[in-house]
């Protein structure tokens, strides 16, 4: 999947105005909250996995983070602890 790095940086200048050092705070925060969503969905069980996806994918949409959010509802849909799905998703993050 391709990754716009313009997304998230131009919703949240949408949000926040020309505060190019709070944009970067604020991008920092939603990294970090990505990847403790994504350590719960990694830690959940059968019953807890759609759950956390989508978890997942409604922080992504808040930032404008498409390819998060479709991967994000593509692991809501898939076999809990999918290891493809997971590694999709923790490469997503780390391309943030």
Not at 19 to 43: M, T
Request: hydrophobic share 55%; glycine share 8%.
């Amino acid at each position: 999947m391709a990754y716009d790095p313009g997304a998230i940086d131009a919703a949240l200048a949408a949000a926040l105005g020309d505060e190019p050092q709070l944009i970067a705070e604020l991008r920092r925060a939603f990294v970090d909250s990505a990847q403790k969503a994504l350590n719960v969905l990694e830690a959940a069980d059968a019953e807890g996995w759609q759950p956390a996806a989508f978890r997942l994918k409604g922080l992504a949409a808040s930032f404008g983070a498409v390819d998060l959010m479709a991967l994000s509802t593509a692991a809501a849909a898939a076999t809990p602890g999918d290891p493809g799905v997971l590694a999709k998703l923790h490469e997503a993050i780390d391309d943030l």
